[in-house]
């Protein structure tokens, strides 16, 4: 079993190969490559000068992802949008995380729900809105990597908690820690989780953090704090984390899909068979 660890995206990216011979360094270099494609921090980016431009005749990559971002906001009617990204920036995460200010002035609400174009590759953005490819990004890049590693041993790959895995190690399973308590057992798919409790900061004396609630434009009020998700790939389940954290528990548990949900009050609720 051999494993790297390394950073990219803002976060740690964890590589697990159950097999000796693999070269895990390919794996921080596609990373780098994605990063170069999708960061809304790096000026140079595809990303950056797609919401410079309005509009952008981008890789297979970027536009692939911002149809499967689109194709999420139709299918959890809005609660996943990828043009949060000004209002994102108005709440204070206008730069990497390591480099926000402690505090600052206060903001209102931005719009979201802008309007996107994607004909083969070239992408137009209806004027006033950005895009912020966030966790989709990553988990994007996690399959990915898991794909190019996979072909070669069974491989396990997470992006800051957006996990993929291709093929089943010697165990059987891959361990997928939770939290101290709970560990999952996966054999294929992806697991993601979103929460309020980590990336936080405040502004104009109030905490803010970086779920951003399209229907009002201002950082989640939700009485879930963090949903572990797991679908059929790591794309997938970020999607549904994250639409499940906005909606809260009494619907998150309504929907009965495989998930753990932290609520507020400290109570951990399993879902959808875990």
Request: hydrophobic share 45%; glycine share 12%; charged share 25%.
């Amino acid at each position: 079993m051999v494993q790297h660890t390394f950073p990219a995206m803002g976060t740690t990216i964890e590589v697990v190969v159950d097999g000796p011979t693999v070269d895990v360094s390919a794996a921080e270099a596609e990373f780098e490559r994605l990063e170069a494609i999708m960061s809304r921090f790096r000026p140079e980016s595809e990303l950056s000068r797609l919401n410079r431009e309005g509009s952008l005749d981008a890789s297979t990559e970027l536009a692939e992802v911002v149809t499967l971002a689109l194709e999420a906001r139709s299918r959890t009617r809005g609660l996943f949008d990828p043009t949060v990204h000004d209002a994102l920036v108005a709440a204070g995460y206008d730069r990497t995380f390591e480099d926000l200010a402690d505090d600052g002035g206060a903001a209102g609400a931005r719009p979201c729900g802008g309007g996107v174009d994607v004909v083969g590759t070239r992408i137009t953005l209806e004027r006033g809105f950005r895009l912020d490819l966030g966790g989709i990004g990553k988990g994007f890049a996690a399959e990915r990597v898991a794909e190019l590693l996979g072909v070669s041993a069974p491989t396990l790959v997470s992006a800051g908690g957006d996990v993929a895995v291709r093929g089943l190690p010697a165990a059987g399973t891959w361990a997928v820690g939770i939290d101290e308590e709970l560990t999952l057992g996966l054999d294929r798919g992806g697991v993601a989780t979103s929460g309020v409790d980590r990336r936080r900061w405040r502004r104009g004396g109030l905490d803010r953090h970086h779920i951003v609630d399209p229907r009002t434009g201002l950082p989640a009020e939700t009485d879930l704090v963090r949903v572990t998700a797991v679908a059929r790939d790591a794309v997938e389940a970020e999607v549904l984390a994250k639409e499940l954290l906005l909606s809260g528990s009494v619907e998150a548990r309504a929907a009965d899909v495989p998930a753990v949900l932290l609520t507020a009050d400290g109570r951990m609720l399993r879902t959808g068979g875990l």
